[in-house]
């Protein structure tokens, strides 16, 4: 359940990205020349990439941190490294399929009066240096059929079609309010890890209430008697009693699926409450990595909002989402109780395919 919701979330960037790349398959008689010499590519040490919305001036810079890309601004969002390093990998190799001639051309695919984007490929000075030390500027326009896109070095006048489609990379990437390529998720990146499982929970009400959710995996002779290769463990006040796979499971489904209505500033925590927050949920990776989120909930409000500790993000959530994020023991362990997780993924799922 989990591989499928972490698929759809991500779904149209990859199907975007797919089609914007099958210019590749053109034949080579077909490409006039490289956007970028190769030696002058293979130079390139890309640390950070510009934004830009020239119509409007809205810049956002990304740039890599401890293994995530990030937005370089007061809410540090993290973004879709597959994207982005897709992005940056495939302008270093495009190639250029024809010289297009005439402003016409230019102001039919979003060249002129300003280009759709700049995209700036900058370097590790990108803050210090004024300049944003950018490395390699250039200006997009609008989409070619069959996937191409119009183009042109920045600030100059002389539009390039470019063999893969660029332009609708940047929109699927790009939704009004968040950051390109944000992803948009409390537990954002890859948690757990590739070939990992999230192995245990804890789960702290501000009630004193707490919870502990454990995967027990079947032995090698379990395993041969027919048993399931896991089943899971809910432990209240030292108390332990099998849990449900199907709540676990749907529950941890949830729980890094988990979608934020808007990105807060860092710096925003303190005032929101989280000194006492409403619940703090701890997962451990099968690695023993940690991921800690709590929640704050203000109900007097109809407000709710979402720290990941771990990732130092602060978000508004929607009441409803937020107040599935920490389960009470019945909701686990009670079958006659509704599997809220299941059905939140379902309609969340459903939505998503639609």
């Not at 009441?319 to 109780?337: D, H, M, T, Y």
Request: with cysteine; hydrophobic share 50%.
């Amino acid at each position: 359940m989990r591989a499928l919701v972490v698929v759809l979330v991500l779904a149209t960037l990859g199907f975007v990205a797919e089609r914007a790349l099958r210019g590749r398959e053109r034949a080579p008689e077909a490409l006039v020349e490289r956007l970028l010499p190769e030696e002058r590519a293979k130079a390139l040490v890309v640390a950070a990439v510009s934004l830009e919305r020239p119509a409007d001036g809205t810049r956002w810079i990304l740039a890599r941190k401890s293994g995530l890309w990030r937005s370089l601004d007061g809410r540090q969002a993290v973004c879709d490294s597959r994207a982005i390093e897709a992005l940056v990998a495939e302008l270093l190799e495009a190639r250029v399929l024809r010289r297009a001639t005439g402003d016409s051309e230019r102001a039919a695919y979003g060249l002129a009066p300003t280009p759709e984007w700049r995209i700036e490929l900058c370097g590790a000075r990108v803050l210090s240096d004024p300049g944003r030390d950018v490395l390699f500027a250039l200006d997009v326009g609008r989409s070619l059929a069959p996937n191409a896109a119009l183009v042109q070095h920045a600030g100059e006048s002389a539009p390039l079609e470019l063999d893969f489609d660029v332009a609708s990379l940047l929109a699927a990437g790009f939704a009004p309010g968040r950051a390109p390529f944000e992803d948009a998720r409390l537990v954002a990146g890859p948690f757990p890890g590739p070939q990992q499982t999230i192995d245990r929970v804890f789960v702290d009400h501000s009630d004193g209430a707490a919870l502990e959710l454990v995967r027990l995996r079947a032995s090698e002779a379990e395993l041969a008697a027919g048993a399931a290769a896991w089943t899971w463990q809910l432990s209240v006040d030292g108390l332990a009693k099998p849990c449900p796979n199907p709540r676990a499971e749907a529950y941890l489904a949830f729980l890094t699926s988990i979608p934020i209505a808007r990105a807060l500033s860092t710096k925003s925590a303190a005032e929101l409450g989280f000194e006492r927050p409403t619940a703090r949920v701890t997962a451990l990776s099968s690695s023993g990595e940690a991921m800690v989120v709590e929640i704050v909930l203000r109900r007097d409000q109809d407000r709710a909002y979402g720290l990941n500790r771990t990732l130092a993000t602060v978000a508004e959530l929607d009441v409803e989402v937020a107040e599935l994020v920490a389960p009470s023991a019945a909701g686990l362990l009670e079958l006659e109780r509704p599997n809220v997780w299941d059905s939140w993924l379902r309609a969340h799922l459903s939505g998503a395919s639609r």
